[in-house]
Each structure stands twice: as structure tokens, then as C-alpha cells.
């Protein structure tokens, strides 16, 4: 099973408003309300490519509620935490047109803070973590809210490689770096992300390919280390399939 994680999961409230005014009154062309969230995103993408996989995150109130039914509508299977207090987040997207046309000229984002997560909340999502086992895959995706310490996804890495879980990290900063050392079997940091992590501008491909073998001398694997890998890891489950149909002779 693939199992995705969202710290920070969001209904995204999107509308386009033609020539957006600050001050004034502006009546939408279009809106949409949208389940939100990177770990979500991942989850509803590899649903339509065919791949089951159970979401795990944390919702409050009723805004909760209906990001839950959201996902359900994709037939996600969802682990959810329950969190009494608070709701969970809306974000607004204004997209501002060009009058009488569809092209964006800029866009607007208000981002709401969510509900303010526990330690008690946390620990829910660590047993549940540890459940998984070796044929399992996790994907952290996204930032946590500032409710959540910066070691939590060092944490949850270091369980993961403890018990040989594949693991994919998609973060930045502090949240990416300190996981490297559990060597991730997959990073995705874009642009944006790698000039945030490192404190720069990078204006060339040339540039993004050193700063990426930055994170690769701290611990992320080659593809040849990553082949490695796979192979025990079908190696065991052949092991593990072999050793039913013994008990069943």
C-alpha cells in the first residue's frame, strides 16, 4: 500500500475576477471549491493513474468534514485525525483577468493558519505510522503548520528506514535536509524549493544540477543504490510468498 501524509491539508476556495480591484467590490466569472494539500494532490493523482492508497492527515470542523467528503469522491481510502478544536484551513486563490479575456494577469493567495495540532494528534499519527511495514511506500508531501515542530518529518523518516520502508520526501528547507540522512528512496524539490533551501538564486540548468547533488552528498541515493534496494525489496516479498505456501503444504 502507498500511504500519503498531508500536515497541512487545505480547502482551496479558487475564483477568477475579471481586472481585480483592492477596495472594491468584485463580482467572480467563475469559482470552485477544491480538496487542497500536496500529500492530497498525490493521492488523487495516482488514484486516476489506477494506484490505491490510503491518505492520512488531520481535519477539524466542519470545513473538515467536507474536505473528507472530497476525497472520498475520488474513492481514496483516508486514515483522518479528528482534531476538536479549530477548522480546517480555507486558502483563496483570486486569479485577476485581462477584461473580456481568459488570461491570467496575476494572481491573489490568502492562506488560512488550519487548527492548531497537539502533541497528543502527533502521536495518533505515529502509531498508525507504525503499522506500516517494509512492502509499504510512504510520500511526505508539503510544509507543516507552525504548530508542528521541524523535526517531524526526521522523525517519522527515522522509523520509516528503521524498518525499511521506502520513502519519498517532498519538502523544503529544514524538513528535506534533516530526513537525507535516512536516505529518502525519492526527493522532488523544484526550483523554487532549491533556492530556498540553499539560500540563493540559481539562474542556470547548470546551477540546478549543482545545488541537486548537494542533497545527493548528503544522503540521497543514486539510481544504482535505488535499484539495489528494489531488488531486496522484491527479493524479500518472494522470500515472504515462499514461506505462505509452505505453511499451506
Given at each position: 500500500m502507498i500511504y500519503t501524509i498531508?500536515?497541512?491539508?487545505?480547502?482551496?476556495?479558487?475564483?477568477?475576477?475579471?481586472?481585480?480591484?483592492?477596495?472594491?467590490?468584485?463580482?467572480?466569472?467563475?469559482?470552485?471549491?477544491?480538496?487542497?494539500?500536496?500529500?492530497?494532490?498525490v493521492s488523487i493523482?495516482?488514484?486516476?493513474?489506477?494506484?490505491?492508497?490510503?491518505?492520512?492527515?488531520?481535519?477539524?470542523?466542519?470545513?473538515?468534514?467536507?474536505?473528507?467528503?472530497?476525497?472520498?469522491?475520488?474513492?481514496?481510502?483516508?486514515?483522518?485525525?479528528e482534531i476538536n478544536n479549530g477548522y480546517t484551513r480555507i486558502n483563496v486563490k483570486i486569479s485577476s483577468l485581462k477584461k473580456n479575456s481568459l488570461i491570467q494577469e496575476r494572481e491573489t493567495a490568502l492562506n488560512g493558519n488550519g487548527p492548531e495540532i497537539t502533541q497528543e494528534d502527533i502521536d495518533e499519527l505515529l502509531e498508525k505510522i507504525k503499522k506500516i511495514n517494509s512492502e509499504d511506500i510512504v510520500i511526505l508531501s508539503g510544509n507543516v503548520p507552525k504548530c508542528i515542530n521541524e523535526d517531524i518529518y526526521e522523525i517519522i523518516c527515522k522509523e520509516l528506514n528503521e524498518k525499511n520502508v521506502k520513502?519519498?520526501?517532498?519538502?523544503?528547507?529544514?524538513?528535506?535536509?534533516?530526513?537525507?540522512?535516512?536516505k529518502p528512496f525519492f526527493i522532488k524539490p523544484n526550483k523554487d524549493e532549491l533556492e530556498e533551501t540553499f539560500n540563493t538564486k540559481?539562474?542556470?540548468?547548470?546551477?540546478?544540477?549543482?545545488?541537486?547533488?548537494?542533497?545527493?552528498?548528503?544522503g540521497v541515493p543514486c539510481e544504482e543504490e535505488r535499484n539495489e534496494r528494489l531488488s531486496k525489496s522484491v527479493m524479500a516479498k518472494k522470500s515472504n510468498k515462499l514461506q505462505e505456501i509452505k505453511k499451506t503444504v
Open positions: 498531508t500536515f497541512n491539508p487545505a480547502l482551496d476556495y479558487t475564483v477568477q475576477v475579471e481586472e481585480f480591484e483592492i477596495g472594491k467590490i468584485n463580482r467572480t466569472k467563475s469559482e470552485n471549491i477544491l480538496a487542497g494539500g500536496k500529500g492530497l494532490n493523482i495516482l488514484k486516476r493513474l489506477g494506484i490505491e492508497n490510503t491518505a492520512l492527515s488531520f481535519i477539524a470542523g466542519f470545513t473538515g468534514k467536507e474536505l473528507e467528503r472530497k476525497i472520498k469522491q475520488y474513492n481514496i481510502k483516508t486514515d483522518f485525525i520513502f519519498v520526501v517532498d519538502a523544503s528547507q529544514k524538513l528535506l535536509m534533516n530526513c537525507l540522512k535516512y540559481i539562474k542556470t540548468k547548470k546551477e540546478i544540477i549543482i545545488y541537486a547533488k548537494k542533497y545527493y552528498m548528503r
